[in-house]
């Protein structure tokens, strides 16, 4: 069947109902008006008219047809606008992009929107939903937020929603398919069971899948179970409540990005309209594409903890690469939103967010005070030197003035003693070598560079990164084990980089690494993809890579040179510090250092290390 016409699409449109599902509307004439969704206003100039087929602001010029509307709504195609009208309109239309696949994924979204009505059902409509309904009260989560977000209750029994879903002529394969049921020899049962529904939807509000939380004690069950990522979803690219945020955050020019759901629901109650989360995920290159195209402007409001707080500072420096404006909400006392507001209240969770915006600089800056040990001296010139790092990206000589001075409080010396450390490190500091992006056709050999060019202590970094594309388990051993400020400085600021978009990225999508797949992925972003060209550079001009073998006693010895190098860079900031602990302390040090980095003990008990958190 041939699509219909543009002029046929847009005849069937109900202007004034299409624009009422997001303006509220008052009939003046002929024509209708409301206050503008595209920016903040308090007397109506978005106009819509029913016989031109128009809905325009006279203010900000945004809006046009039924398809510009939608396009500068929901920052979507022409094309994309057209599918959503001709639906609305009843008729079929698809672009001439649309693959099979996409226009199967019908099915899918028809089984998960049935199982959120029968999830909804018996949350309303049952004796265990009434208790389920107490727990979610107890929570902070009102019948008003219930009904918003369209929150369900799995029943006790195992094939309840397989049984509707079976009486609704829907297929066991496209049940499993999405992760709703699940079959051993005999026969096939709920995935989810005696559990509080959440329903995730894409950011048309298609259903693609649930994470489902237990509302009574029971230790032996984990508190959360989601979803596993399907044909239409994709958890790298779902933002939670995007579907309801979108007019909020094109209004607002701003993005709410928490972690959790329940997170969410504290915001909003609040009248952060504009909240979004990755339920519990790291943010990931995918979200960030999708959040820039309704604004640039992010405020990251975690967990108030050090896992919460850590996760914002890696958060900073992928929103960095991509020309993010980030601001910093650290709520007081480890609290996070939902634990915040059910505590002091809405109204005082607002006034607390809107006046405790942190920019990224000042955020790190606190960060840097707030987990180290400024009894200690070590802990000292480690966050003396994280902070020097920060303000050496910066690369403004105010912002510098301004931090040494606070600096200089914290640590009670003078400003003087701070400067003259902070020259001392910009002295020292090494620039990290960048191999500059350039198309394969306009390649030449001059843009090659021989592998003994590159310091040795890249070849090592290099190594380390070819582990853990590898293999993942290396990776997520790096990650969990070795310290990140350590790792950091192992790695420098264009290892680090590639380090980044691989843990807290590309490893949240695919298990295994390729080539294409990862360069696809850092496409966008040229910073990562010129950095991840210097490692290949290095990583190609090794003579020996083609014979490398990749085990885990070669990966044990390579983590005990990181350790080595660590403790060298520390002897190095002691030596920095010889004022302070005198010449004699630092050959000790230094004695210390080579006994103990020399000790086959010591190596054992690395490799011993190592290998149990490798499994072995």
Same mark, same amino acid.
């Given at each position: 069947m041939a699509n219909p016409t543009i002029e046929e699409i847009f005849e069937k449109t109900d202007i004034v109902a299409l624009v009422g599902e997001y303006v509220q509307l008052t009939k003046k004439g002929k024509n209708y008006s409301g206050l503008c969704p595209f920016h903040q206003e308090k007397t109506p100039s978005f106009t819509v008219s029913v016989e031109k087929k128009l809905a325009h602001? $006279? +203010?900000?010029?945004?809006?046009?047809?039924?398809?510009?509307?939608?396009? /500068?709504?929901?920052?979507?195609?022409?094309?994309?606008?057209?599918?959503?009208?001709?639906?609305?309109?009843?008729?079929?239309?698809?672009? %001439?992009?649309?693959?099979?696949?996409?226009?199967?994924?019908?099915?899918?979204?028809?089984?998960?929107?049935?199982?959120?009505?029968? &999830?909804?059902?018996?949350?309303?409509?049952?004796?265990?939903?009434?208790i389920a309904i107490e727990y979610l009260h107890k929570r902070g989560i009102d019948d008003q937020t219930i009904k918003m977000f369209d929150i369900g209750l799995a029943p006790a029994k195992m094939d309840s929603l397989y049984q509707t879903l079976k009486d609704a002529n829907f297929l066991d394969i496209d049940m499993k398919a999405i992760g709703l049921i699940r079959s051993n020899v005999t026969n096939s049962y709920d995935m989810f069971i005696k559990r509080v529904m959440f329903p995730i939807k894409d950011i048309n509000g298609n259903v693609v899948g649930f994470s489902g939380r237990i509302y009574y004690e029971d230790k032996a069950q984990p508190k959360y179970i989601n979803s596993p990522e399907s044909l239409i979803f994709n958890k790298s690219e779902v933002l939670y409540n995007l579907d309801k945020a979108q007019l909020a955050i094109t209004k607002a020019n701003r993005v709410i990005l928490h972690e959790g759901f329940m997170d969410v629901f504290a915001s909003v109650k609040a009248g952060f309209n504009e909240a979004v989360c990755s339920m519990g995920t790291a943010l990931t290159a995918d979200h960030v594409r999708i959040l820039k195209k309704f604004t640039n402007n992010i405020v990251l409001c975690y967990d108030g903890d050090k896992a919460g707080l850590t996760a914002s500072k890696r958060a900073i420096n992928l929103l960095e690469q991509n020309g993010m404006q980030i601001h910093i909400v650290m709520l007081p006392d480890s609290l996070d939103p939902d634990e915040y507001v059910r505590k002091y209240g809405e109204l005082a969770y607002q006034k607390y967010f809107n006046e405790n915006q942190l920019d990224a600089i000042e955020f790190l800056f606190r960060y840097a005070i707030k987990f180290h040990n400024l009894n200690d001296f070590n802990e000292v010139v480690a966050m003396k030197n994280e902070i020097f790092e920060m303000l050496l990206r910066a690369n403004s000589e105010s912002t510098a003035e301004? &931090?040494?001075?606070?600096?200089?409080?914290?640590?009670?010396? +003078?400003?003087?003693?701070?400067?003259?450390? !902070?020259?001392? !490190?910009?002295? %020292?500091?090494?620039?990290?070598?960048?191999?500059?992006?350039i198309p394969d056709n306009k390649k030449t050999n001059e843009n090659k560079l021989e592998a003994s060019n590159y310091p040795k202590s890249d070849s090592i970094k290099a190594l380390v990164l070819e582990?853990? $594309?590898?293999?993942?388990? &290396?990776?997520? !051993?790096?990650?969990?084990?070795?310290?990140e400020y350590d790792l950091m400085q192992f790695l420098g600021n264009d290892f680090a980089n590639v380090w980044y978009q691989l843990i807290d990225g590309y490893y949240n999508r695919y298990d295994i690494f390729t080539n294409e797949k990862f360069e696809?992925?850092?496409?966008?972003?040229?910073? %990562?993809? *010129? +950095? !991840?060209?210097?490692?290949?550079?290095?990583?190609?001009?090794?003579? *020996?890579? /083609?014979?490398?073998?990749?085990?885990?006693?070669? $990966?044990?010895?390579?983590?005990?040179?990181?350790?080595?190098?660590? &403790?060298? $860079?520390?002897?190095?900031?002691?030596?920095?510090?010889?004022?302070?602990?005198?010449?004699?302390?630092?050959? *000790?040090?230094?004695?210390?250092? /080579?006994?103990?980095?020399?000790?086959?003990?010591?190596?054992?008990?690395?490799?011993?290390?190592?290998?149990?958190?490798?499994?072995?």
């Open positions: 602001c $006279f +203010s900000c010029h945004k809006g046009g047809n039924p398809a510009q509307f939608l396009m /500068d709504l929901k920052h979507i195609t022409f094309k994309e606008a057209l599918e959503i009208l001709a639906k609305k309109a009843g008729l079929e239309y698809h672009s %001439t992009n649309t693959t099979e696949n996409t226009k199967n994924y019908a099915k899918y979204y028809e089984i998960t929107n049935l199982a959120k009505e029968f &999830y909804k059902r018996n949350l309303l409509k049952t004796e265990s939903g009434q301004i &931090y040494l001075g606070k600096l200089a409080t914290s640590l009670n010396v +003078s400003v003087e003693a701070v400067k003259a450390d !902070y020259r001392k !490190y910009c002295n %020292t500091a090494t620039t990290q070598k960048y191999v500059e992006y582990y853990c $594309f590898k293999n993942i388990k &290396y990776a997520k !051993y790096v990650d969990a084990k070795i310290d696809e992925y850092i496409l966008d972003n040229k910073d %990562t993809m *010129n +950095s !991840y060209l210097y490692f290949q550079s290095i990583y190609n001009g090794n003579p *020996n890579k /083609d014979s490398q073998e990749f085990s885990d006693n070669d $990966f044990n010895e390579l983590i005990i040179k990181i350790i080595k190098l660590n &403790y060298a $860079f520390k002897l190095k900031e002691c030596k920095n510090e010889n004022e302070q602990i005198g010449e004699a302390h630092i050959d *000790n040090v230094q004695k210390m250092v /080579d006994i103990l980095t020399r000790s086959t003990r010591f190596e054992r008990a690395c490799k011993q290390l190592i290998n149990v958190n490798l499994g072995k």
